[in-house]
C-alpha cells in the first residue's frame, strides 16, 4: 500500500513548472518548447522528467505515442536522455486512449492510472495537458516533488502541483501531503 502511495504521489509530481514556481531557485529552468506538456521536478537532484506532445509532420498527435518522455540530465551536462525500460514500465512512462474527438486523448502515468490527464490543442493549436488542480481544470504546467530518505525507498513529503486554470487562465497550485 505504501509503494502505491508513493507512486501516486511521484506521478502527480509528474507535472508541472509556472512563473510563479515553488520549486527550489536553484533549480535550471526548463526551456520552453511548442510541444511541451507539463514536467516534474523532483528534491532528489535537478534531473528533470519532460513531456511533450509527439506530433506528425502534419501537426496532429500521433495516435499510437502522443506523449514523448524523457529526462534533462542537468546532473550530467543537461542533456537528453531516454527512461529506462524500469522507469518508463513503471514509474514515469505514460499510457493514452484517443478519445471520440480528433486529437483528444485520454492519458495516466503508468505508476498510477487513477489521476487522468486530457492531451488535445488549446485554440491556438498549442498542444496541452489538462488536469484537475485544486478542484478546478486546468492546463499542468509542472510538478514539484519533495521527498526524504534513499533514491530506493524515498519517502515522499509532499507534492506540489502547478498550472493554469481553464477558465479565468490564473495561476493554480495544489500542495498535496500523502
Known amino acids: 500500500m505504501r509503494n502505491k502511495r508513493l ?11 509556472l512563473s510563479t514556481s515553488f520549486s527550489p531557485s536553484n533549480y535550471p529552468k526548463v526551456p520552453d518548447s511548442p510541444v511541451r506538456l507539463f514536467y516534474i521536478q523532483r528534491s532528489a537532484n535537478t534531473n528533470t522528467i519532460v513531456y511533450d506532445a509527439n506530433l506528425l509532420p502534419n501537426g496532429n498527435f500521433d495516435k499510437e505515442n502522443p506523449v514523448s518522455v524523457y529526462w534533462l540530465r542537468y546532473q550530467e551536462q543537461g542533456q537528453k536522455k531516454e527512461l529506462t525500460w524500469i522507469q518508463s514500465f513503471l514509474a514515469y512512462g505514460i499510457s493514452s486512449k484517443e478519445t471520440n474527438r480528433e486529437n483528444d486523448f485520454e492519458a495516466w502515468l503508468v505508476s498510477y492510472k487513477k489521476k487522468k490527464l486530457r492531451i488535445a490543442f488549446d ?5 496541452f495537458a489538462q488536469l484537475e488542480i485544486n478542484h478546478k481544470q486546468a492546463k499542468l504546467d509542472h510538478v514539484f516533488v519533495k521527498t526524504e530518505g534513499s533514491n530506493l525507498r524515498p519517502k515522499v513529503l509532499y507534492v ?10 490564473d495561476d493554480i497550485y495544489e500542495k498535496i501531503k500523502p
Open 7 to 17: 507512486i501516486y504521489y511521484i506521478i502527480l509530481g509528474l507535472t508541472f513548472t
Open 123 to 127: 485554440k491556438n493549436r498549442k498542444p
Open 160 to 169: 506540489e502541483v502547478f498550472g493554469k486554470d481553464l477558465t479565468t487562465g
